[in-house]
Nanobody
Framework: QVQLMESGGGLVEPGKFLKLSCTAS????????MAWYRQPPGRDREWVAT???????AVAEPLKERFSISRDNTKNTIYLQMNNVKPWDTGVYFC????????????????WGQGTQVTVSA
């Protein structure tokens, strides 16, 4: 069974930092591209950042000066470092395994975590 578990969310003051984690199980993690998305209140889910199996990263343009994505294949975990957070960073942050395989012979598929709430407020 595939499971993606996000953690690290919570209430944080503007200007502070927060680091989110997402630990995966049930997939061949080291070969899976992984991504972070977020859904602000009342808005659609939006892409935040991606890291491929080789560690190459991409971050949404408006966020690239403050956010970064990384992975630790020894822990089956990706991270989202959020610096100088803003009130509009508030939302539910989701982890996605994109085109992941459960086994070498399985078809690639996308998997999502349940999300972790981030609230930026004084």
């Amino acid at each position: 069974q595939v499971q993606l578990m996000e953690s690290g969310g919570g209430l944080v003051e503007p200007g502070k930092f927060l680091k989110l984690s997402c630990t995966a199980s049930g997939i061949i993690f080291s070969s899976s591209p992984m991504a972070w998305y977020r859904q602000p209140p009342g808005r659609d889910r939006e892409w935040v950042a991606t890291i491929n199996s080789g560690g190459v990263t991409a971050v949404a343009e408006p966020l690239k000066e403050r956010f970064s994505i990384s992975r630790d294949n020894t822990k089956n975990t990706i991270y989202l470092q959020m610096n100088n957070v803003k009130p509009w960073d508030t939302g539910v942050y989701f982890c996605k395994a994109a085109g992941a395989r459960r086994s070498p012979s399985s078809r690639p598929a996308d998997y999502w975590g349940q999300g972790t709430q981030v609230t930026v407020s004084a």
